[in-house]
Nanobody, 122 residues
Framework: VQLQASGGGLVQPGGSLRLSCAAS????????IGWFRQVPGKEREAVSC????????VYVDSVKGRFTISRDTTRNTVYLQMDSLKPEDMGVYSC????????????????WGQGTEVTVSS
C-alpha cells in the first residue's frame, strides 16, 4: 500500500492549493481517506475525510466552507481543495487510509503517506 501526497507549497494569504493523495494497493471503493495536518508543537489533527462510498466530513471548524475533499475513483486519488488560505492553515498535510469509514483519530488509520508542506505567507 502506498499513499503519495503532493500539492503543497508556498501561497499568499487568500490563495488556493489543491492537495492530492494518490493511492496504490488500496481502492477508494473499500477505503476511507483522511487528511491530517501537523504543526510543530501541536498534536496532529484530522482535517477532513471521505468514506469508501464518497461521503465526506470536515473536522476543523475553521476550514469549513474553505476546504473541500473530493475523490476520483478512476485515478484512485483523493483531493483536498484549500481556498482562502490563512496563515493558521499552515502545516504538514498527510493522507491516511483505513477501511470504509472515517474516524477523527489518527491511530485508527492503517496506512499513511508522507506529508506535503503548506506554507501561507506574504
Amino acid at each position: 500500500v502506498q499513499l503519495q501526497a503532493s500539492g503543497g507549497g508556498l501561497v499568499q494569504p487568500g490563495g488556493s492549493l489543491r492537495l492530492s493523495c494518490a493511492a496504490s494497493g488500496v481502492t477508494l471503493e473499500d477505503y476511507a481517506i483522511g487528511w491530517f495536518r501537523q504543526v510543530p508543537g501541536k498534536e496532529r489533527e484530522a482535517v477532513s475525510c471521505i468514506t469508501n462510498i464518497g461521503n465526506s466530513v470536515v473536522y476543523v471548524d475553521s476550514v469549513k466552507g474553505r476546504f473541500t475533499i473530493s475523490r476520483d475513483t478512476t485515478r484512485n486519488t483523493v483531493y483536498l481543495q484549500m481556498d482562502s488560505l490563512k496563515p493558521e492553515d499552515m502545516g504538514v498535510y498527510s493522507c491516511a487510509a483505513r477501511s470504509r469509514w472515517c474516524y477523527r483519530v489518527a491511530e485508527r488509520y492503517d496506512y499513511w503517506g508522507q506529508g506535503t508542506e503548506v506554507t501561507v505567507s506574504s
